[in-house]
């Protein structure tokens, strides 16, 4: 069966939705790790008297400057109108990116590089080609005005005359657009420690505000514990899923963070008989649960970008390697069903749910014995896998769940029961217009029904049959892969979307000894709907990446800070603890806390004659904006200088206005550089708000999507551009 989010066939459906084209939302396909060139593109390309000026550079006047006139093309590409002709919806760089070979081998050499070098490089490129054009430079933006020194102090008289000769300067000797729209200006300062007396002063020009990102020695972590309710319990109520937030050392160890949620949920929410090895951390990416944490390691594997969740397993043994079985004559057997890719065609197998048989009563050293081969895992991640109602493919949703093994008389029957168990109680949580079921009247139930009443019928009868423990459940569980899109079972070459887990109550099916696999609990589209009360699709998020399933809901935000955006899951409120959303607030940080460390007085580790002191005096050096470019690109310096390895990136939250940042300019932001990095792999998006329609898009190389304003902002944001012009 073919998964219908298959990143090939994503990409497909993508290009059939975007036939009719806004003028500006264009991909640019990657040639081989060039999401970093992609995404620097995309962000000039959207800075719109830069492109006008650009484009409408006569012909004559690029035909000796092969990177102007390559970047010309290009922009050209991207804002033709969708009604001049057949517009594709992505573009293909690979006349831009030869020409650009020019400024460095290192941007065609198909390694991943670093957009904010790559800008630095290829505006600088531009400014050499264009400051000899004088055609250019006559119909450029002027940033070489003279601020008016009236009601400034003497000093201050001083600094803007020598600010205003120097950038006069600075320009006669390097006057282009670049310089028009791009440079700005830094002051420099050198004062005494003791007594802040300015000696001595300097202008510097620059391109990129780099702002440091103040450390913290600790980090903040939401994480969404999803209750199991233990199978020997009745299910009289939902079960608890609420997001909670944890802070703690960044050095510390996973199982820290675990027992730090744990005391929160002993003190919290009344779970005081929970205990640690009940518990566990795992990442869960497009409603799968994609890897569990090793508590000895240390936080740093947790990236910014994980979805946490804490799954409770009743009874976990500790040591999955030490599983007992009891003695019998009796031989094991094991059932294993047909495949079948038909999905209407799979139903569950063996008579109605009874109790569990009881547990064996022999002791250790009398009837058991250790068994070492196969071993059997000491619990099962569990997905929900949905077969579309054409029966031609299927999705993953809903919330992923682990189900524990027993170490002493588990079975396949204990495994369906406990599985029932937890569907019932999520079930439960998800609709609430069900709650109430146990409380209506048996005459009302018994009723006959026609027409549209036959459906609900059916669908109370659905019901049931989930909420009744010795019903048939209306679904089926299948051994499939840690993927969840084949059988763990059977040949590959077979195509078995998974073979069916029998009832067996008398033992557990050796084909769970496999490795590598989980439990697909699988629904027909039309029965999962109504269980959890899903009636309208939810929109595709913007921001998805090609290697996440378009349709899958997501819980939890990419933005692993902003508490608005992890609130809902299938239109159902997910409670926060209190004080999340304060402690939170605390760990924030905001581009002006990012400003003020960058102005910040520093201590040299030299000294100088103070007139006012009349001595020698340790000196404090200070840099201040003290002439902003029209177009501000700020560079958040998430990489420290002797990076050596990905889980050194500072993943901090950086809160950035989008409109009205006011710095002598009013600014507004018009694109975002982002970077995501999962196991030492990094990746370029970008956010970028279309001058035309005044929506915001997200490139990610070939693809481009509508946005909006909530998925701009995250702790992936590398290069934020502001634009003081319109």
């Avoid at 050198?190 to 007594?195: I, N, V």
């Amino acid at each position: 069966m073919e998964n219908e989010t298959s990143p090939g066939k994503q990409v497909n459906d993508l290009f059939e939705q975007r036939k009719a084209l806004q003028a500006g939302s264009r991909g640019l396909k990657n040639l081989g790790n060039s999401c970093f060139m992609n995404s620097a593109l995309q962000l000039l390309a959207h800075v719109p008297p830069f492109v006008s000026t650009v484009i409408n550079t006569p012909e004559s006047v690029n035909s000796n400057l092969p990177l102007s006139s390559s970047f010309r093309r290009l922009l050209k590409m991207i804002w033709e109108d969708k009604d001049s002709g057949e517009v594709l919806s992505y573009i293909d760089p690979s006349f831009f990116r030869t020409i650009a070979g020019s400024l460095s081998e290192q941007f065609v050499n198909q390694q991943q590089q670093d957009p904010q070098e790559f800008l630095s490089l290829f505006l600088d490129g531009l400014h050499e080609e264009l400051k000899i054009s004088k055609d250019v430079q006559a119909n450029a933006f002027s940033n070489d005005s003279i601020e008016t020194c009236e009601g400034l102090s003497p000093l201050e008289q001083e600094v803007q005359q020598k600010s205003s000769a120097a950038w006069k300067a600075y320009i006669h000797e390097n006057k282009s657009i670049i310089t028009d729209l791009f440079h700005g200006q830094l002051l420099s300062s050198l004062a005494c420690a003791h007594c802040k007396k300015i000696l001595s002063y300097t202008f510097d020009p620059f391109v990129f505000l780099s702002l440091p990102i103040p450390t913290r020695n600790e980090r903040f972590f939401k994480i969404l514990f999803v209750e199991n309710i233990p199978y020997q319990e009745k299910v009289s109520c939902d079960a608890k899923i609420k997001i909670f937030g944890v802070k703690i050392s960044k050095y510390a160890k996973v199982k820290d963070l675990k027992n730090i949620l744990l005391a929160k949920l002993h003190e919290k929410e009344g779970l005081g008989s929970l205990k640690e090895q009940e518990i566990c951390l795992a990442e869960v990416r497009s409603n799968k649960i994609f890897s569990i944490y090793d508590e000895n390691k240390d936080i740093g594997i947790i990236s910014k970008e994980d979805d946490i969740f804490c799954f409770q397993i009743a009874d976990c043994p500790q040591d999955s390697s030490q599983m007992l079985k009891p003695t019998t004559t009796a031989t094991t057997t094991t059932t294993t069903a047909e495949p079948s890719n038909n999905p209407s065609d799979q139903s569950s197998t063996g008579g109605a749910l009874l109790p569990p048989p009881p547990p064996p009563t022999l002791a250790l050293g009398r009837g058991w014995v250790k068994i070492g081969a196969p071993k059997t895992p000491s619990f099962f991640k569990c997905v929900h896998r949905v077969i579309t109602k054409d029966n031609q493919s299927f999705y993953f949703d809903g919330i992923p769940f682990i189900v524990s093994s027993k170490s002493s008389f588990q079975t396949n029957f204990s495994i369906q029961l406990e599985i029932k168990k937890v569907i019932q109680s999520h079930a439960l949580f998800f609709n609430s217009k069900k709650k109430d079921w146990k409380k209506r009247d048996d005459e009302s139930k018994n009723k006959e029904k026609d027409g549209d009443d036959e459906v609900n019928q059916h669908h109370e009868n659905v019901w049931e049959e989930l909420m009744d423990d010795n019903s048939e459940p209306p679904y089926v569980v299948k051994i499939v892969n840690t993927g969840g899109t084949s059988c763990a079972v059977c040949a590959f070459s077979k195509k078995c979307s998974g073979c069916l887990l029998d009832e067996d109550q008398s033992s557990l099916s050796t084909d769970l000894s496999k490795p590598r696999l989980c439990l697909a609990v699988e629904w027909k589209e039309d029965v999962w709907n109504e269980i959890f009360d899903i009636s309208k699709p939810v929109a595709i998020p913007e921001e998805t990446q090609l290697d996440q399933p378009l349709n899958g809901k997501q819980l939890l935000s990419s933005d692993n800070m902003a508490p608005n955006k992890l609130a809902s899951f299938h239109g159902k409120e997910v409670h926060m603890e209190n004080g999340f959303e304060e402690e939170w607030k605390e760990e924030r940080l905001t581009l002006q806390d990012c400003l003020d460390q960058f102005e910040a007085d520093e201590l040299l580790d030299i000294k100088r004659s103070c007139p006012a002191c009349q001595k020698e005096v340790e000196v404090m050096k200070k840099l201040t904006i003290h002439k902003p470019p029209p177009i501000m690109i700020v560079h958040l310096k998430r990489f420290p200088p002797m990076m050596t390895s990905y889980k050194e990136k500072i993943d901090t939250y950086v809160d950035f206005p989008l409109n009205h940042w006011n710095m002598k300019n009013g600014y507004h932001c018009v694109a975002v550089s982002n970077n995501t990095t999962r196991t030492g792999v990094s990746h370029y998006t970008t956010h970028a708000l279309n001058h035309l329609d005044k929506k915001w898009y997200y490139f990610d190389d070939v693809v481009c999507l509508e946005s909006t304003e909530g998925k701009v902002k995250s702790s992936d944001a590398y290069l934020v551009v502001y634009s003081s012009l319109g």
